[in-house]
């Protein structure tokens, strides 16, 4: 079988079309009313990569179930979605998941597709071996639900200019989750740098996601007014956070963020972040972080 490039836990999607599920044959629609948001929607198999035969999956009902969640419109020109969806015996005894992988794509004439992927995985206990019918349908609905929110979060942010990036971060609680990760991601990737104020916002922000990639962001940015809230993350005591902020620091670079990792190193109490803050400080003192 020819596989899509790109693997959810241990199952790969496959191109094996189900019946029913393409544009020409009842692809998924929502309830309401009025013309259904895209072009097409392909809903694919999956085989499992060790080569046994995956869980039982209700794919195309769970598939048309994520689109009754609520109405989804892209909010530009009709797209193309990929969606690839299968069942795997879980991790904890006689449990299921079921994972999803969604692809939005956009391709004008004559250029190359652009495609703006979502993954996800929904555990359903006690439904592996056929059990629990429902759940495994709501299961298989919740991946492709989730990672229909995350593909269509990542197009909407990745064909947006940078103003409406600054925008969407700024006014972060009136936005999806889904949308404003999309845009920590993007401000990052592009060094937009006006984006700096907002993600130093997301500094409180009772999200580990959120906080963790706001400050992977800051770190690629590399604007030096975000070292000071960093200096300070970097002695918190959460288990994952000092690290981040140490490293972006020293993406960061400059003679403030030598003098940030120099007071981590000489004031915190914990000897592993004190070594990280050092070996950190080395690095841009050889002058491999600048």
Do not use: W
């Not at 991601?185 to 009772?206: C, F, K, N, Q, V």
């Not at 002695?235 to 960061?252: G, K, M, N």
């Amino acid at each position: 079988m020819v596989r899509i490039a790109a693997t959810v836990g241990s199952l790969v999607l496959g191109i094996a079309t189900f019946p029913g599920c393409t544009a020409d044959h009842g692809a998924p629609r929502p309830a309401q009313g009025g013309a259904f948001p895209f072009k097409e929607v392909r809903v694919t198999s999956v085989e499992n990569e060790d080569g046994t035969t995956p869980e039982p999956c209700p794919v195309e009902a769970g598939v048309f179930l994520a689109f009754l969640v609520r109405d989804r419109d892209p909010g530009s020109d009709r797209l193309t979605l990929r969606i690839a969806v299968g069942c795997e015996a879980g991790e904890a005894p006689g449990s299921l998941a079921a994972h999803a992988l969604v692809e939005t794509v956009v391709q004008a004439a004559d250029t190359p597709e652009e495609i703006y992927e979502g993954a996800a995985i929904a555990e359903c206990r006690g439904c592996g071996r056929g059990k629990g019918h429902l759940a495994v349908l709501m299961a298989v609905a919740r991946a492709a639900s989730e990672a229909l929110e995350q593909s269509l979060a990542q197009h909407r942010v990745g064909e947006a200019p940078d103003d409406e990036v600054v925008r969407l971060l700024a006014a972060q609680r009136a936005e999806p989750r889904q949308v404003i990760l999309a845009a920590i991601e993007e401000a990052g990737s592009r060094h937009i740098r006006a984006a700096t104020a907002s993600l130093l916002h997301m500094m409180e922000i009772d999200d580990q996601e959120v906080l963790l990639r706001a400050i992977g962001a800051l770190g690629r940015i590399g604007d030096p007014s975000a070292v000071r809230a960093l200096g300070r993350l970097a002695t918190s005591p959460a288990a994952e956070i000092p690290h981040v902020a140490l490293r972006a620091i020293a993406d960061i670079g400059g003679n403030e963020a030598r003098r940030a990792l120099d007071v981590v190193a000489s004031q915190t109490s914990d000897p592993v972040i004190a070594r990280e803050a050092r070996d950190l400080l080395e690095e841009l003192e050889d002058g491999r972080s600048e």
